[in-house]
């Protein structure tokens, strides 16, 4: 009596297909994550009111701006800043005119987009102002990132 052993299917063909799958994913992967990052600001209708007041907390890299401050903006000019932990103490009396507005983070942000920068995104809240900066000029440069956490934002 012969015993019947099916064959083993050829596993080259799995490899090269399961290969594929993996490479295009992986390539796909991080156009679509820059490409949605980048349209954000083009998706979101905010507009800068030229009244308002915020915090802002002002973290990572080198840059002159760290430290969480209370930013009041009228006309569309910063009128009144207020560090509240040390580092914005001195940033407010040594640069007050380094404390932003909403409008010159985003300017910030479109540069950073012409300029092909590695990151450069905005989380929106609930009402649509910005509530989360990230930049990131070069993945591979040491303290030039800058992260901004826009919070307690109030449209006068």
């Known amino acids: 009596m012969s015993v019947h052993r099916p064959r083993p299917r050829a596993a080259l063909p799995v490899v090269v297909l399961t290969g594929a799958l993996v490479w295009s994913t992986s390539a796909c992967g991080n156009d679509a994550?820059?490409?949605?990052?980048?349209?954000?600001?083009?998706?979101?209708?905010?507009?800068?009111p030229s009244s308002y007041s915020y915090t802002l907390e002002s973290s990572e890299g080198e840059r002159s701006l760290i430290g969480t401050f209370r930013i009041t903006v009228r006309g569309g000019k910063v009128s009144q800043a207020v560090g509240l932990d040390d580092s914005g103490r001195r940033v407010v009396k040594g640069m007050p005119d380094e404390v932003p507005t909403i409008g010159s983070l985003l300017e910030q942000v479109d540069q950073a987009r012409?300029?092909?920068?590695?990151?450069?995104?905005?989380?929106?809240?609930?009402?649509?102002?910005?509530?989360?900066?990230?930049?990131?000029?070069d993945e591979n440069a040491i303290d030039d990132e800058a992260r901004y956490v826009i919070s307690a934002y109030r449209a006068a």
Do not use: C, F
């Open 33 to 48: 994550v820059t490409g949605s990052a980048r349209q954000e600001t083009t998706v979101n209708t905010w507009k800068e």
């Open 114 to 137: 012409r300029d092909h920068a590695d990151t450069a995104e905005v989380a929106y809240a609930a009402d649509g102002h910005p509530a989360r900066i990230s930049l990131d000029w």
